[in-house]
């Protein structure tokens, strides 16, 4: 099995940056992707960003795109998620899920395993 634990979470003002980091463990080598899901009180789970463990290949929610840019570093067995251009709307609890088989990115039933998250708010 494979162990996500997030770190990074914060306050930062409207336009500002953060980078949250992902740190995983256990057999790694069965991870397909790696992939950031938020969350808050009124809105489900939703698809931020998502990368191949090999290869490194991206999917990025359209409402992120050109802000946000989603790295590993396969030798320290980390995922970081760049956030920049922070807005309000990006506040939200923020969970790093992996996928043990080849499946659509952006839906959360496809992930197996999951961390406990870590809280992202943006001041306006």
């Known amino acids: 099995q494979v162990q996500l634990v997030e770190s990074g979470g914060g306050l930062v003002q409207a336009g500002g940056s953060l980078r949250l980091s992902c740190a995983a463990s256990g057999r790694t080598e069965s991870t397909y992707r790696v992939g950031w899901f938020r969350q808050t009180p009124v809105k489900e789970r939703e698809f931020v960003a998502a990368?191949?463990?090999?290869?490194?290949?991206?999917n990025y929610a359209d409402s992120v795109k050109g802000r946000f840019t989603i790295s590993r570093d396969n030798a320290k067995n980390m995922v970081y998620l760049q956030m920049n251009s922070l807005k309000p709307e990006d506040t939200a609890v923020y969970y790093c899920?992996?996928?043990?088989?080849?499946?659509?990115?952006?839906?959360?039933?496809?992930?197996?395993?999951w961390g406990q998250g870590t809280q992202v708010t943006v001041s306006s």
């Open positions: 899920a992996a996928q043990r088989f080849a499946a659509p990115a952006i839906n959360l039933h496809e992930y197996n395993y």
């Open positions: 990368i191949r463990w090999s290869g490194g290949s991206t």
